[in-house]
Nanobody, 125 residues
Framework: QVQLVESGGGSVEAGGSLRLSCVAS????????MGWFRQVSGKEREGVAA???????QYSDSVKGRFTISKDNAKNTLDLQMNSLKPEDAAMYYC???????????????????WGRGTQVTVSS
């Protein structure tokens, strides 16, 4: 069993920054790919950023250049540094982990087998 716990969400003004963190525990592989997703009520969950087993990253076009994903395999932590936040970035943010080693940083939600409960990000204009 794998547990993912997110933290770092909150309220910020447009243009501000937040850093989300996710701690993985349990029977998680040393360098399983992980990702960040977000969801607004009534809309589908969308991929924000992902990192593969070799450290390769992928970002959605909407956050590219503003968000940075990073992973510490030794500590089993996944971070998302979010800069220049916009009102449209407001959402529930989820951490996710795949169930095996992969050199592909996918942002397809169905490829992930473990999910956290989310942390809320609010951005005021």
């Amino acid at each position: 069993q794998v547990q993912l716990v997110e933290s770092g969400g909150g309220s910020v003004e447009a243009g501000g920054s937040l850093r989300l963190s996710c701690v993985a525990s349990g029977n998680i592989g040393y360098n399983w790919p992980m990702g960040w997703f977000r969801q607004v009520s009534g809309k589908e969950r969308e991929g924000v950023a992902a990192i593969d087993s070799q450290g390769g990253t992928q970002y959605s076009d909407s956050v590219k250049g503003r968000f940075t994903i990073s992973k510490d395999n030794a500590k089993n932590t996944l971070d998302l540094q979010m800069n220049s936040l916009k009102p449209e970035d407001a959402a529930m943010y989820y951490c996710a982990a795949r169930k095996f080693w992969s050199s592909t940083a996918t942002m397809t939600a169905g490829e992930y087998g473990y999910w956290g409960r989310g942390t809320q990000v609010t951005v005021s204009s």
